[in-house]
């Protein structure tokens, strides 16, 4: 039996189901990546609670992530880079399986070759209609950074004291916040004096500025405008916080 190739080549892509998906128009879009396994494998190859060679690696991730995707913000904390999306971008054709898949291959690419051994990230998506939606979801991401430092000093100070995983999570299971910070306490560790980015994460976007230079033409001196990306270790809380994002979130200066 002959079969005409063009309808062949249209019934297989048919059974791509996913394939045409695209996200809805004018949204702000945010990619969520996380690593997969990711508890077991910092283990065998970070130190805990935090290690500033997994939090470099991220950045770099991240810095990936930014450039790759033309993103205006990026924000990483723990195991995790969210990258956002303004409402105007076309990527793609704002495929929603395109951009899952390869957000997450740049990612676990960037990272197996930063690091020197294999990891890989998965990849989701959230929308928003508005600046303050954008807003509210990184202050989310923020507070959600604070929650997994505390927990995570707590959990790692109770193991290097000799207990078990065990015995460790059940001493923290049902604890407060302040009994969290007392408990670091009791072990000589004040969670307010950590480095900010363990507790508040780490943010990446574009910035503009000015390179002083020589027209060897003309024999006079210029300055030139160029982009760079910024990284910030020391970023603000709570409302603070809000305004930076928005004020990111609205520039143009991603071009």
């Known amino acids: 039996m002959t079969v005409d190739a063009d309808e062949f080549e249209a019934a297989q892509r048919a059974r791509e189901y996913f394939h045409g998906l695209t996200l809805l128009p004018g949204a702000w879009t945010v990619l969520r990546l996380d690593g997969r396994g990711f508890s077991r494998f910092t283990e065998q190859h970070f130190d805990k609670p935090f290690d500033e060679r997994f939090g470099g690696h991220m ?3 991240a810095t990936a992530l930014l450039t790759e995707l033309g993103a205006r913000y990026a924000y990483t904390e723990s195991d995790e880079i969210s990258v956002l999306l303004p409402p105007g971008f076309d990527l793609f054709g704002r495929g929603v399986e395109k951009l899952v898949s390869i957000s997450a291959g740049i990612a676990s690419a960037t990272f197996t070759h930063d690091a020197g051994f294999p990891a890989h990230f998965d990849s989701r998506i959230w929308l928003g209609v508005s600046v303050t939606d954008v807003a509210d979801y990184f202050s989310w991401r923020q507070s959600d950074a604070a929650r997994c430092a505390l927990n995570g000093w707590c959990y790692w100070t109770l193991r290097k004291a000799g207990l078990s995983r065990t015995q460790a999570t059940r001493t923290l299971d049902g604890a407060t916040t302040s009994g969290k910070n007392e408990l670091l306490y009791q072990h000589g560790i004040n969670f307010n004096e950590l480095p900010a980015w363990q507790r508040r ?7 503009t500025f000015e390179r002083p230079g020589h027209d060897p033409v003309r024999g006079v001196d210029v300055t030139a405008t160029r982009r760079r990306i910024r990284v910030e270790r020391e970023l603000p809380m709570k409302d603070a916080y809000r ?9 143009s200066a991603d071009g």
Do not use: K
């Open 59 to 61: 950045v770099t991730t």
């Open 201 to 207: 994460g780490i943010g990446l976007w574009w910035e």
């Open 243 to 251: 305004a930076l994002v928005q004020q990111v979130a609205a520039s």
